[in-house]
């Protein structure tokens, strides 16, 4: 027993000196890299395309596509937005990890690039247990996935920088209690930077922008 | 390197033998039993629900329900619907596994009950890989999550003995194209029993509850 505890504490060695080695890549690079996460179907793709849709004049940005089949659905529709993106197929697995975000970052030139959004693979477990070299945790919650999601799966709000409750306009034909929802985010990470928005009418994208924006100024001083 | 898929390769088969025995204890009891895998907010819990209220007179339903937290709301909703539930708690684990329902089963008094539902970690990628000792599976998708599953998660589609389209309530507000998402599970489990439903009005539960009794009969002949 002792010796299969050595290997999976190997593994997970490595994968933190790879997320440390795409991070410095990254930092020499003044890109500003953000990790989406999300259950299946909560909108990680229309919301980086609204996002794309309102980038300020010379904000230029990059996507690294996760997904579980070879299927480049989301990924194209990057692309036919005019930005560079790079699909990851990871085979089944159920997490996006450093190594292979790191083959990934070699398809993309890092000049031309100020910010950069990894989509992670569609599930609420396995990604927050994985460091990719990112600066910025993101996870995005819908509203029809119910407003319990922060009480049955904490582990993943617990880690991130900011959270955005997707889909508010689907809010009339639903039961969901923001006060619930947010009581229990507030719970396991007080004070978290929180967007409510629709991806698909653009509503509450405004303050998103502007702190991606920050950020972005940041990364590059 | 050898050593290594040496030992994974007997974790698995022992959760094979103890999904084996699971099974041996279910039909003993002549009990039918069903693996219910979702998406995180699909409506597992809500579907169940709607299920216990349509239950036909005499047909006794027992609950395992899987989380990834110590939680129990899910089950609280079970036990205040006034059936026998039991939680597993799989301490951030992204499935089930035939042990966990193992030591859940012997929770329940089997005799007492005809239909066992498995509500399994919302996670549309990891709970495919494990069996549990259950006589079918089914998998529930929501209209909101997008018609475009089928394709970024073929896998948990192509085990699966039943499909149920969750939320159609909510769908004159979404864009969800029926026949695309439909061609795609085609693809994927050519044939595939599915049954479109709202679990919060109740509509196309008829069909469903249909299968569920032709099904517990069958188990019990």
Redo the contacts between chains.
Sequence with gaps: MK??VE?VKRIMDSNEQLAEQNRQKLDDHQVFGINVMA???A?KTSFILQTISRLPEGLRLGVIEG???P?T??ADKITDAGMPAVQINTG???HLDANMVGLAIEQLDLNDIDLLLIEN??????PAGFALGNHANIVIS?T???D??P?????IYRGVDVLIIN?I??LP???FRMDYFREGVEMLNPGLKTFEVSS?TGEGFDGWIEWLQEKVRTAQE
């Excluded at 693979?121 to 396995?126: H, K, Q, R, S, W």
């Excluded at 009480?151 to 582990?155: E, H, L, V």
């Design positions: 010796k299969r290997i259950s299946p179907g909108g997904d579980t089949a299927v659905i989301d089944g697995d159920c693979v569609g599930n609420l477990i396995c819908s029809p996935e119910g319990d999601k009480y049955k799966y904490p582990n889909k306009d689907l034909y639903i039961d698909k």
